[in-house]
């Protein structure tokens, strides 16, 4: 039997919005700027929820001590400023949110993206208007998953009980910040996770879809 919850949690890239393809366009941009070679699809698919500095970091050969890391992480996001609007939603997603909402469930978005990204994001899909909160790094003086203080200032915000929460996400961070704060947890297996990394991670559950979550409630 499907344990219930009352309040959903979710991670935003690979999980809610599909960037890679956004992501992509950026690096490659990025990359020929700098007389690099251009990556994959799959390049970026396999790194983007590991965040910009991944990105960074496995395309350029550097790590984030090396002298110019900061400067083209910096550049990518500026990249990034042009086409992040153009991201959309995973299959089923918006009805599902849409349900959560009409079934007066809480629901929020925790993500290790930039603010400044992730509130226009969020004001386009208007998520702003259903959502109980919206957590980035900012809020929480710079912490990321799977440090748990962007998920636990999350649940701060409603009286609904840890027991009776869950955050989905498709990456280990996302696994781990859930575990560090106590809440059940879904791996998104249609995110950015590589088959066998899933293998690895011990999640509460799997789903394959977003509307398989529909069970949950």
Same mark, same amino acid.
């Given at each position: 039997?499907?344990? @219930? ?14 960037? !890679? ?11 020929? +700027?700098? #007389? ?5 699809? /799959?390049?970026?698919r ?11 970091? /496995? $395309?350029?050969?550097? /790590? %984030?001590?090396? $002298? ?18 153009l ?6 997603v918006?009805?599902?949110?849409? @349900?959560?909402?009409?079934? @007066?469930? /809480? =629901? ?15 004001? +386009? ?23 748990? !203080? $962007? ?9 609904? @009980?840890? %027991? ?7 990456? =280990?961070?996302d696994?781990?910040? !859930? ?6 947890? !879904? ?14 991670? #011990?999640?509460?559950?799997?789903i394959?879809?977003? #509307? ?6």
């Amino acid at each position: 039997m499907q344990k @219930k919850y009352k309040c959903f949690l979710f991670d935003l890239d690979g999980t809610l919005l599909d960037t !890679a393809p956004e992501f992509l366009n950026c690096l490659n941009e990025l990359l020929k +700027k700098n #007389k690099k070679k251009s990556v994959s699809y /799959d390049f970026v698919r396999n790194r983007v929820s590991d965040g910009v500095g991944r990105l960074i970091q /496995d $395309s350029f050969n550097i /790590d %984030e001590n090396h $002298s110019e890391f900061e400067g083209l992480r910096n550049n990518l996001l500026a990249e990034y400023q042009k086409n992040y609007l153009l991201s959309k939603t995973f299959p089923g997603v918006d009805e599902f949110l849409y @349900k959560l909402s009409k079934n @007066k469930i /809480d =629901w929020m978005i925790v993500t290790n993206k930039p603010k400044r990204f992730s509130e226009e994001i969020c004001q +386009k899909f208007e998520w702003h208007k259903y959502a109980n909160a919206m957590v980035s790094p900012e809020d929480v003086n710079g912490k990321r998953k799977p440090d748990p !203080a $962007s998920l636990d200032a999350a649940l701060a915000k409603t009286s609904i @009980k840890k %027991e009776q929460s869950i955050y989905v996400g498709d990456n =280990w961070r996302d696994i781990e910040a !859930a575990n560090n704060s106590g809440i059940d947890s !879904a791996l998104a297996l249609y995110g950015y996770i590589d088959k066998k990394d899933a293998s690895l991670l #011990k999640p509460t559950s799997k789903i394959n879809q977003i #509307k398989d979550l529909i069970s949950y409630i």
